[in-house]
């Protein structure tokens, strides 16, 4: 019998159009071959045990794990030499040896029969590619570059993971289970397509974002009902920005900020962080001056009503986490009292991510074993704290909003006995390219806060650890200090 050999050559890049076909192999109960028992073999084979493919390895020697998979009845294992009848009845094979002759000789005869096959790290001997995977079973997103740039399709993986929610693949399933029913129920092509637009942008995805599952099908199910009736149906989500580093934000913040049409947005939210929402989104500044009369809150709550209540998408942008004296609980009260579907996003506190940029442990076994966040927004609560409680010198008091307070603060605290040595660090644009650390003593609070004339947004921090900062700092310029001067001379008035 004589066979045709293919040359093997190198695959061209053409100026336009695809030089690979893309395609999603079915290898269910599908024999495929694996020529390599290390590490590279191992993550092969783990990739092909997902598909439901039957495996055989083929390795004199093989991995911990490979033994165990074989032991398991998991996959095949052929503990001899490559040769050519291992090729037979095989849809495709892998070439994960780091004999270059060998993987030659693999990719020859698996051209000479017609027999996909992928020899790791090398395009020109492979018939077909591994692409970059982001897996939302059933739902898969495959990148590639032809083997030009492997580095690159990571990449942009990885900028991938970070856009597409984890309930994208319960979401696939709901609608596959569906589909007849939808199809039935919406034969009109382009109805059924906004259909499809609604439920991945509406109540049924919120639901299993939620992992809500059965509200999600229950959803669904209305929907089909409403079909012809459909009302827009609004959301918002309450999603903590950080300090301002646009870095900090969760992979959840920056989905909520990608898909928005609204944005309310805090005074303290960075201009970085509002660059990473949706061009075509609508910013509006509702940010809250000290002072301002609770209307304010009462102008946000109407805005969050009447953006939702016309089927948009909002988001409420605010600065550190919505939890953390940051009226959240009042804004969800106030949106579930109305009946409009919410969900939250933590975001990193001040106090967290401020202590950490400043090099500050808030707490540390031979100098805090506590911390207390407090807000001294106001003169009303300060008189609301426990000073007797406070003032114990084996805790780190994190204080929000005090700048305005930070003589009063600093009086009460030394009265009750607090020592006048206690380190301070007042943390100036924590996170920012900005950022200051005024360091000092807890006697001269006050007078070096209006020396260095601190401005808000600012973090105080008052404890042992606060001194941590001198040697420990690593973001931004060094801590600030009196001179010594200057500080002898604060300590004589």
Known sequence: MNFRVFPLKAPRI??????????????????????????VGERKVAALRKTGAIITLV???????????????????????????QLDRVWLVVAATDDRALNQ???????????????VDDAALSSFQVPALVDRSPLMIAISTGGAAPVFARLIRERIESLLDSSLGPLTDLVARYRIRIRTRIPDTARRRRFFERLFNGPVAAHLKRAQPLA?????????RDVGNERAHGSVVLVGAGPGDPGLLTLNALRALNEADVILHDRLVSAEVLALARRDAELVDVGKQSGATLTSQEIIHSLLLEHARQGKRVV????????????????LEFLRAHD??????????????????????????????SVRFLTAHGKDSLDALDWQVLADDSQTLAVYMGLGLLETLQLRLLELGRSPNTAFALIENGSRPEQRIIRGALDQLSELARLHQVQSPALLIIGKVAALSDRLHWFGEAPLFASPDTAHDLRAA
Not at 15 to 31: E, W
Not at 316 to 331: A, H, T, W, Y
Not at 344 to 367: K, N, Q, S
Request: charged share 15%.
């Open 216 to 224: 999600a099908a229950r959803a669904l199910l209305a929907a089909l």
């Open 14 to 39: 053409h100026a336009a159009g695809m030089s690979l076909y893309p395609i999603f192999a079915n290898l269910n109960q599908r024999p495929v071959l694996v020529v390599g028992g290390g590490a």
């Open 316 to 331: 409420r942008l605010k600065g550190g986490d919505p939890f953390m004296f940051g009226r959240g609980g009042e804004e």
């Open 59 to 85: 390795a004199p020697q093989i991995t911990a794990n490979l033994r165990a998979w074989a032991k398991a009845g998991l996959i095949r294992h052929t503990a001899e030499a490559f040769n050519e009848s």
């Open 340 to 369: 409009i579907a919410y969900e939250v996003v933590p975001g990193i506190t001040a106090a967290m991510a401020c202590a950490a940029y400043a090099g500050i442990p808030l707490t540390h076994r031979e100098h805090a074993q």
């Open 105 to 119: 000789r693999i990719a020859a005869e698996a051209w000479r029969r017609c027999v996909f096959v992928n020899v």
